[in-house]
């Protein structure tokens, strides 16, 4: 009976082996979805298609997915503990739902594979997808849905992605690279670059450009196994409709800060500091720059997301402006304010100019601020 069970047991795993393995016909791809319109969608997406017609098989593997409905979504989402997964749907679900409801481009670049290949790649798949394994931490520089797929072919194909002579995906910083996709001058750019630390800006390699879904796409184009291309010509699977770019938004970063520049200039000229307009100014306008340095410190320092650390923007946006403004702009009297006012601006001054050579936005952020803690020094000086 003992051998019977493990003979029984061995037909078993045979049997399961075989359910889990390509066929000589099968395909693997990868597929490249084009950037959309929502800031989700800003920098592309990328899946593993796995097709074999002797089966049925018609799967697209997606790291990367997350459930709105996790306990403390919110919360976790912010502190970086937010749960990512991998996830399959059929190819033809995806193709509908891309095409129909979100309209990107999807092109498909096929991996010429051999068997043994094409069936590790699956293999690792369905080992990921299990319940024990699906789920990791999203880390989007470093760990996200176009490096696990990069790092599963190049364990199927070791040596296949010549690194070192991909010159065209070397010499930009993960914040340059990011940038190349996010509108110049809209809020979110300012916003995503302000909570940006100096992790963001170490200069990338052709493999770590590789967290942009295009980037991994056209290292994969230049890929290569015995002097054979990796892939074949990428197949165009939808080709998006054209959408229609916004024109001037004169409610956008810029023009707002640049007219609240101006008109700051203009009252702190025209009136002096009293318990009045400018006054009421500086409450509101210290006040809301030191809750963004609030927020950005805490997301510097008690958080996961260590692309936030080391973070220039807190010495432009002091957390203590917050505070200390309801003191400091209704007792002018006093040599511990003029000092306060004097290091806010030094600091937030250099602090500008450095950010400048990261993204130039951070200086016309910083403007208003720095209006006011030079005419406040001004005036306390006095």
């Known amino acids: 009976m003992k051998y019977l069970y493990v003979l029984f047991l061995s037909i078993l795993m045979s049997s399961a082996l075989a359910q889990n393995s390509l066929s000589t016909q099968s395909r693997v791809s990868l597929v490249t979805i ?25 799967r697209a593997y997606s790291y990367g997915t ?7 979504f919110y919360w ?5 503990t937010l ?34 290949q094409r069936n590790q790649i699956f293999q690792a798949l369905e080992k990921n997808y299990l319940p024990e394994n699906r789920y990791y931490q999203y880390k989007f520089f470093y760990d996200n849905c176009a490096t696990r797929i990069r790092d599963i072919f190049e364990q199927a194909a070791p040596g296949a992605y010549p690194w070192d ?42 493999s770590q450009s590789c967290y942009l879904p295009d980037n991994l796409e056209i290292a994969t184009a230049q890929a290569g196994l015995n002097n054979q291309k990796l892939v074949e010509p990428s197949l165009t699977l939808f080709e998006a409709q054209p959408i229609l770019v916004e024109g001037f938004d004169p409610l956008g970063p810029l023009p707002v800060l640049l007219t609240l520049s101006f008109v700051l200039v203009f009252l702190s000229m025209r009136f002096s500091h009293k318990r009045g307009l400018l006054y009421g100014l500086d409450i509101a306008l210290f006040l809301i720059y030191g809750l963004f340095g609030i927020l950005i410190f805490f997301l510097a320092t008690a958080t996961d997301h260590e692309v936030m650390s080391y973070n220039v923007s807190c010495l432009i946006l002091w957390p203590v402006h917050f505070p200390l403004v309801f003191w400091f702009a209704k007792n002018p009297s006093g040599g511990f304010w003029l000092k306060y006012v004097r290091l806010a601006l030094i600091v937030g001054l250099i602090a500008s100019i450095i950010s400048g050579y990261l993204f130039y936005g951070l200086f016309i952020i910083a403007l208003p601020i720095l209006i006011r803690l030079f005419f406040l020094s001004r005036f306390y000086s006095k």
């Open 83 to 116: 749960p990512y997964s991998l996830s399959y749907n059929s190819m033809s679900d995806v193709l509908n739902y891309y095409s129909q409801y979100e309209n990107r481009t999807l092109r498909e670049q096929v991996l010429a594979l051999n068997d043994t």
């Open 76 to 80: 976790k989402f912010l502190k970086g």
């Open 66 to 72: 997350f459930d709105f409905q996790t306990e403390n």
């Open 165 to 206: 002579k991909m010159t065209r995906l070397e010499g930009l910083s993960y914040r340059d690279w990011m940038n190349r996709y996010l509108p110049a001058t809209a809020w979110v750019t300012f916003g995503m670059n302000m909570a940006l630390g100096l992790p963001s800006d170490v200069t990338t390699n052709a």
């Open 34 to 58: 084009a950037p959309g319109t929502e800031l989700y969608s800003y920098f592309g997406h990328t899946l593993i298609r796995v097709y074999d017609p002797a089966t049925g098989l018609d």
